[in-house]
């Protein structure tokens, strides 16, 4: 099963750090880093609908994997 992870900056708080991981398979999880540190110990699942919804797509893409 291929992972695809791509990180997106908050575009209202630039020290956090959205963490989006893709399988292949359509399942999408979410975490967050702030200021260097991981909020949650394990990615929420989560849907594109919601991801979309709050924006995260629309933020700047730093770095894909």
Partial sequence: ?????????DKFNPKKIWIVKQYSCG???????????????????????HLNDIGVFSMEEINHE
Avoid: P
Avoid at 27 to 49: E, P
């Fill in 27 to 49: 399942h999408y999880y979410v975490n967050q880093q702030i200021a260097g540190k991981v909020f949650y110990r394990k990615f929420q699942r989560t849907t594109k609908y």
């Fill in 1 to 9: 099963m291929l992972v695809e992870r791509t990180r997106f900056i």
